[in-house]
């Protein structure tokens, strides 16, 4: 804290001010005591004001520190004060405030350490005065440059807190951190705000005095450059090729129009091709998830049956879309007939009447292509099955979303009541929920660290965000698995919205804009709104997705998670306030909230959904990166390998090691290595995901200082583009990590990137990580409805047979399952120091096979055959699939079931035909891959088959070990030969040696023999 006795935002001095106060003298940067004292003594009624102008630490969160650098100015004989000192440019305003009993400086003569951090910090601020001095360091003056005393180890940079202006192109100059504490990249931000004097509660003197013996100790030892430095600053932006579609964000976010529906378009359209296609697979994933989590829920499939049961006797029903399944069935059996489901897909039209008649009951169905939003179709569909003298009609409906407009329930529903009504008008309608009310509460949910590292910036891409093409609105999230995230109720839940489908005729379609105050009740960090419902029947019955953190039932795994809306950005909010909200509610739309009261801080303008020319994204980010921000394990397992290998190398090697963390991502794995003293140099293909790495390194680079580490933060491109020599890239590196693994393994190009880091990047002796990537498999019986069909004694099989996919991400611990041997078998090893090039057409690449594998237009980089034994009988439904990655120094880390990993799912490959194995039998597997997929194909090769190519491999092996002995025993008689050559012409030289000495023995009585 500083006293001070009054606090103003001096601005530039105006033209009158200068012409009246600045005549007969010339003021010079960062002198500014020996300007305003030239000043006094200059003009009449002019004084000296002693204080400091404060500045805000932009490493730090906003209004979190500030910075006082010790300042003088003066002021006119009216009070008013005047900075006649040249500022930077970008420095329209300042924060003057003055000393309450003066900040005085004594006059000093620069020592040579003084004159040289006032040339830096002459070249900090004012690059092109720099450039034009004619010696690095200023000539001395009468008082102290700038009137800043620190060692430069003391000096964090910081802007103006009145204004944070945006630097122009000529102070955009790369600027590097001298140990402690770390120097943050500039942050670039909007333009100036009235000013809040709260915010400056944590102001702390940068002045204070230092020791001298201390100082001239220090000044004997070379400094070296500790913290974080963005190479992209000052710098021309570069064009770089187009990012690869895999690291851009999607189209999976909440809102827009009947996101089922959409859905259910896109399966009907598939339908139509011939073959099989990706999108075909993708479709089969979806609708399956759908299904499975459908049918597990418990309390949904028991309030649906309940309500079914207390529906009135002899009762028409209709069924508005096919839903989980097991609701349809229930009806059908219990209406005798009297039944009609409507589809919006015909294709599930088609699995309904399948489903029907594999359990034996009669279901009437009809697809309705345009939608059940449309009267005409609906009312002709209907007026085909349903009597027009029924006295009661019940209309069932699971079209429900998290947000619960987005299937279209409302005008579902209030469409085929008028459809009813105008059939059979004398007949009562009841609905199946009656009612459903839509509930909403303010809250936070912030992710705040994980492991040694601050990742409050990371936040920001939780914000709304929009382009030209998309709007995004809400998001799916389970509120109940948020581990390692702040997760708060602010404030009670408030009913937005309700509705009444017994009334449907009142029930209007059209948007209703309102405003609405949520009342906070506990103290916190408000992000978001989120948005549950609640459906009831007349009978009472209830099914709610308000989570347990509200009061809910425990938590289940339903389809319908929480709609969480993200707001333009935080406020800080304590209990008995009130936060104004706009509300924008389609009924046949969905809901959008805007946040009118004031933001304590706004969402970054940089934050937006990325825009392509094949699709556009509503998502900022691949939401992926939500759920590794909470996986603590995965980055506790790389961090131990990261530091086993810096201090390695550093032993080896005697200095610090200069490490690559490629894909850095957030920059986590780059910074725990600076954490251990390293030079890290961190790459981002994604330049909004580069963008934030840059502000997380700004709130760690205080740590990574202290810990003598330093971070270059490379400007956006791909790994693959990094040569040695050129541009930022000077040396190898001792140490390259990378993370770019999915659930495939290979999926994000962990092929390219380290081929081309260990060929191009990697010092001699230098360390991987990973360094080699092995895939397993294991044969495995699991059937997905199989819980289902034994709890509610139904047949889904035709489920199975409809949404069929080779290959499913799925965390198989989740499933009921059986793994039919006890081991998985690795069926490939990817070694990425030494990964195959591309065969040619033809060539050889199954290992120990003389075939070529074919993955798409291009032979397979390495394939083999893998034989497992099966140890527990059963039917073989498919294999489960994961890998394992070796960091080196005995860490692994990997997506296998047993592991607590949460970034990364399984793969399950399915077999066209599931077939009975018994105990003791062999399957065999061929495995390929190439440098973005692997694929795993069932031989199911006959054991007679199996047994001839087992032998033929076994004979090939022996012959070639045959040749490889005979060469051994050629060589070994080759070198015998020479052996025997050089013994024979020592033993030669010796005897000569010997029958020379033997002419020159004198004969004595006792005879001497020379052999």
Not at 172 to 184: D, L, M, R
Not at 327 to 346: I, K, N, T, W
Not at 486 to 504: E, I, N, Y
Not at 686 to 715: F, H, S, T, W
Request: glycine letters at 6%; charged letters at 25%.
């Amino acid at each position: 804290r500083i006293p001070s006795k009054r606090a103003a935002v001096a601005g530039v001095p105006t033209a009158e001010q200068r012409a009246k106060v600045a005549a007969g003298f010339a003021a010079h940067p960062l002198q500014s005591f020996a300007n305003a004292e030239r000043a006094a003594e200059t003009l009449a009624g002019v004084k000296v004001v002693q204080g400091w102008a404060v500045f805000e630490r932009l490493d730090r969160p906003p209004g979190a520190a500030f910075v006082a650098e010790r300042y003088w100015w003066n002021a006119l004989p009216d009070g008013t004060w005047v900075d006649l000192t040249p500022r930077p440019e970008a420095w329209e305003n300042l924060l003057l405030a003055e000393a309450a009993q003066g900040a005085p400086k004594r006059r000093s003569v620069l020592t040579a350490a003084e004159a040289a951090f006032a040339a830096r910090l002459l070249d900090f601020r004012f690059e092109a005065a720099a450039r034009k001095a004619a010696s690095p360091s200023p000539a001395p003056a009468p008082a102290a440059a700038g009137g800043v005393t620190s060692r430069p180890k003391d000096v964090t940079p910081a802007t103006s807190s009145s204004a944070r202006p945006r630097p122009t192109k000529e102070q955009e100059k790369p600027h590097e951190a001298v140990s402690k504490p770390a120097v943050a990249p500039p942050a670039t931000q909007a333009a100036a705000k009235p000013l809040d004097y709260s915010r400056w509660s944590c102001i702390v003197d940068s002045d204070d005095e230092v020791d001298e013996a201390a100082a001239g100790k220090e000044r004997m030892v070379p400094q070296q450059l500790f913290g974080v430095k963005d190479l992209a600053d000052g710098k021309d932006s570069r064009r770089q090729p187009p990012v690869p579609d895999y690291l851009l964000g999607n189209s999976s976010g909440g809102g827009g129009m009947n996101c089922y529906t959409s859905l259910c378009r896109l399966l009907d359209a598939d339908a139509n091709h011939e073959k099989a296609s990706e999108n075909t697979y993708r479709l089969a994933q979806a609708f399956g998830k759908i299904f499975h989590c459908g049918l597990k829920d418990e309390k949904r499939q028991r309030f649906y049956k309940d309500a079914i049961a207390a529906g009135p006797e002899g009762a028409f029903i209709v069924i508005l879309g096919l839903g989980s399944i097991l609701p349809a069935l229930e009806a059908a059996r219990r209406a005798g007939g009297r039944v009609v489901l409507l589809e919006q897909s015909a294709r599930l039209a088609n699995l309904a009447r399948e489903v029907a008649k594999a359990n034996g009951v009669s279901l009437p169905t009809v697809a309705i292509k345009e939608g059940f939003a449309k009267k005409e179709p609906l009312t002709e569909a209907l007026r085909q099955n349903l009597p027009e003298k029924v006295k009661h009609v019940v209309i069932i409906t699971e079209l429900f979303s998290p947000d619960l407009l987005s299937s279209g329930i409302v005008p579902s529903c209030t469409t085929a009541h008028a459809a009813v009504t105008a059939i059979a008008p004398k007949a009562k309608v009841h609905h199946i929920p009656k009612t459903v009310e839509l509930s909403v509460t303010p809250m936070e949910l912030r992710s705040e660290r994980i492991g040694e590292f601050d990742i409050r910036p990371f936040n920001a891409f939780r914000h709304s965000s929009s382009n030209d093409k998309a709007d995004f609105w809400w998001w799916a999230t389970r509120l109940d698995n948020q581990p390692d995230t702040k997760v708060g109720l602010l404030g009670p839940s408030q009913t937005l919205a309700g509705f009444d489908f017994d009334r449907s005729s009142e029930i209007p379609l059209d948007e209703v804009r309102r405003d609405m105050q949520l009342k906070i009740s506990q103290r916190g960090r408000l992000n978001a709104v989120a948005l549950w419902w609640t459906a009831r029947t007349s009978s009472g019955l209830e099914y709610s997705t308000k989570p347990g953190i509200a009061g809910g039932d425990p938590p289940s795994r339903s389809e319908w998670k929480q709609a969480v809306h993200y707001l333009a950005g935080e406020t800080s909010v304590f209990v008995g306030d009130s936060v104004e909200v706009k509300v924008s509610l389609t009924p046949c739309f969905t809901v959008r909230m805007m946040q009118i009261s004031p933001f304590s801080v706004e969402a970054p303008v940089w934050v937006k959904a990325p825009q392509q020319a094949k699709a556009s994204a509503t998502l900022p980010i691949l939401p992926y990166h939500f759920l590794m921000m909470t996986d603590v394990h995965r980055l506790q397992v790389y961090a131990d390998a990261i530091r086993a290998a810096v201090r390695q190398q550093r032993k080896r090697l005697g200095r610090r090691p200069r490490v690559l963390d490629a894909g850095c991502g957030l920059g986590l794995l780059g910074m725990t290595a600076a954490l251990e003293g390293a030079d890290v140099w961190l790459c981002e293909a994604v330049p909004q995901m580069r963008q934030m790495c840059r502000e997380v390194l700004a709130v760690n680079a205080k740590d990574i200082a202290e810990k003598q580490g330093l971070v270059y933060l490379l400007p956006a491109m791909m790994s693959t583009r990094l040569q040695v020599g050129e541009g930022d890239v000077t040396e190898k590196f001792d140490v390259i990590v990378s993370e770019v693994l999915d659930v495939w393994g290979l999926g994000e190009g962990v092929i390219p990137t380290m081929r081309h880091a260990h060929k191009k990047l990697l010092a001699k002796g230098g360390e991987m990580l990973p360094s080699r990537l092995v895939i397993f498999a294991q044969p495995l019986e699991l059937q997905k409805w199989s819980q289902a069909e034994r709890d509610s004694q139904v047949n889904l099989s035709p489920l199975g047979e409809t949404f069929t996919c080779q290959f499913e991400p799925a965390r198989i611990r989740q499933f009921p399952h059986r793994m039919l041997s006890d081991e998985p078998q690795p069926v490939l090893e990817i070694d990425l120091r030494n990964i195959p090039e591309q065969p040619a057409d033809g060539a050889q690449n199954v290992e120990g096979v003389e075939l070529c594998i074919r993955m798409g237009a291009k032979p397979a980089l390495h394939a083999k055959m893998t034989q497992m034994r099966i140890c527990n009988s059963g039917m073989l439904c498919g294999y489960g699939m994961w890998w394992a990655a070796d960091l080196g120094n005995g860490h692994v880390i990997s997506n296998s079931p047993s592991s607590p990993q949460r970034s990364w799912k399984q793969i399950i490959r399915w077999l066209d035909e599931p077939r009975f194995v018994g105990e003791g039998e062999d399957v065999q597997v061929l495995a390929s891959y190439n440098e973005q997929q692997v694929h795993v194909k069932d031989l199911a090769i006959p054991q007679e088959m199996f047994n001839q190519y087992r032998e033929q491999i076994r004979a090939e092996h022996e012959k070639e070990q045959q040749h490889q002995q005979q060469q051994q025993q050629q060589q070994k008689d080759a070198q015998q030969k020479v052996n025997d050559a050089a013994v024979a012409a020592a033993l030669g030289a010796a005897r000569a040696t010997a029958t020379a000495q033997s002419q020159n023995v004198q004969e004595y009585d006792d005879v001497i023999e020379v052999d």
